[in-house]
Every structure is written in structure tokens, then in C-alpha cells.
């Protein structure tokens, strides 16, 4: 019974690539949360999707970054353009249900760093 | 704007002590809080929740506290052991959204 997979686990990009961070949802689980951690800091939320919908994405900067769930696969958080000040570690958390008092279950992360 | 903040950055404890982390939120209208523990390179871990109708819930070794009145809740660690040392997040969820907010941690550390 495996738990919320993400990959890769380590992510290093130059200025002006891109990353693509992928998150595998807990079986059963149709909600998938997105968040940012930078170091010494709590995790802040960019975009909570379900299947082929964004449900809330006001955590997500307005430019370079983008995230989809698609029917089939892994959740992607897209970020273009990189820059040093996207080098954070990346978690994505799934519920069953999406409702406020479900369990969210956190992935072990993407560390991406941006040289 | 809402926020969950923590009041001590820091707790450093001797094995065998109880610990005791504190959260402020500033949001009355949250209805359901969660502590989450982060061991070092990896994601959060649920600990306990409790909701907004209640103020006490246990399990084992731990206790949330919640006061609605001052808008303030607790974690409670019963005979910590070096295993508890991680970064703990109090965390608010919004009842429609499902997003969390989480404050910026309290490093704990168990001393042998």
C-alpha cells in the first residue's frame, strides 16, 4: 500500500530551464495539494487540484508556474524559467475525499535546486 | 490577513520530560487544526487533529489542546523520547477549501 510518491527527489536546474516535479497520489486518493517549503520555514500552499480540475490555485505565483492532474498519471507542477529564488523543496499531499478534516498525506518532497 | 504562528522557534528538552508546543492562529472562523512532526529530508507526518467543537483530544503520548477564546493551541508530548526530535507545524484548514495554512515550525530537541 504505497504512499504518496514523488520524483525526483532531488532536482537541480541552471537559470532559465525548466522543472517538472511529478506526484503520485496515495491509491484511492482523487486530491492533491501542492506546497512550498523554504528553508526554516513552514510549508506555504500553491494549488489544490482533483482530477482534471484546479480547484484553488491562489497560493500559485501568477507567472512561471502551472499544475495539472490529469485523468491518467502523476500530478506535474511545471515551473518555467527558473530562477535561484524557486530553489525550495517541493511536497504534494493527497486526500481521499477533499474535504477539511481528511487526512492529507505528504510525499517525501522534490528539493530543486536552481543554480 | 489569517496566519498560524508559532510562539517559540525553539524547545530543547531531556529525555523523559514532557514537551509543550505552542501555536497562536488568528483566524475564529477555522474549524479544524492539525499537528504535523517533519524529521529532517522528509515530508510532514500526522500527529493529531482536532476540531473546532472540541477542546481536548489525546493519543498516544500526545495531546492537542484548543482555545478558542485566545485562539491558541497546544501539543503536548508525554515522555519525550529522542525519536520526538523533529520540526513540528501546527496547521488551520479551511472547512471548504481543504488547503492547509501552516505556521513556521518549532524545532524540538531531545536531550539524551
Known amino acids: 500500500n504505497a504512499g504518496v510518491m514523488q520524483n525526483p527527489r532531488h532536482l537541480v536546474r541552471r537559470r532559465g530551464q525548466e522543472a517538472r516535479l511529478r506526484c503520485s497520489p496515495m491509491k484511492g486518493h482523487s486530491h492533491v495539494y501542492w506546497y512550498r517549503q523554504l528553508p526554516e520555514e513552514g510549508l506555504k500552499f500553491m494549488v489544490y487540484?482533483?482530477?482534471?480540475?484546479?480547484?484553488?490555485e491562489s497560493g500559485m505565483p501568477k507567472e512561471r508556474f502551472s499544475a495539472e492532474f490529469p485523468k491518467e498519471g502523476p500530478s506535474i507542477l511545471r515551473i518555467q524559467q527558473v530562477v535561484r529564488g524557486d530553489s525550495a523543496a517541493y511536497f504534494c499531499a493527497s486526500s481521499p475525499l477533499g474535504q477539511a478534516t481528511d487526512t492529507q498525506y505528504f510525499g517525501p518532497g522534490t528539493r530543486l535546486t536552481v543554480l | 490577513g489569517e496566519s498560524v504562528g508559532l510562539h517559540l522557534p525553539t524547545l530543547s528538552v531531556q529525555e523523559g520530560d514532557n514537551s509543550i508546543i505552542n501555536c497562536a492562529y488568528s483566524?475564529?472562523?477555522?474549524?479544524?487544526f492539525i499537528w504535523y512532526k517533519q524529521e529532517s529530508g522528509k515530508g510532514p507526518q500526522f500527529i493529531i487533529d482536532i476540531r473546532s467543537n472540541m477542546d481536548k483530544r489525546q493519543g498516544q503520548r500526545v495531546t492537542v489542546l484548543l482555545n478558542k477564546t485566545v485562539k491558541h493551541l497546544s501539543l503536548q508530548i508525554a515522555a519525550t523520547q529522542p525519536g520526538d526530535s523533529a520540526v513540528y507545524f501546527c496547521?488551520?484548514?479551511?472547512?471548504?477549501?481543504?488547503?492547509?495554512?501552516f505556521g513556521d515550525g518549532t524545532t524540538l530537541t531531545v536531550k539524551p
Open positions: 483566524n475564529s472562523a477555522s474549524d479544524y
Open positions: 487540484l482533483q482530477k482534471e480540475n484546479i480547484i484553488d
Open positions: 496547521a488551520e484548514t479551511y472547512s471548504n477549501a481543504g488547503k492547509s495554512t
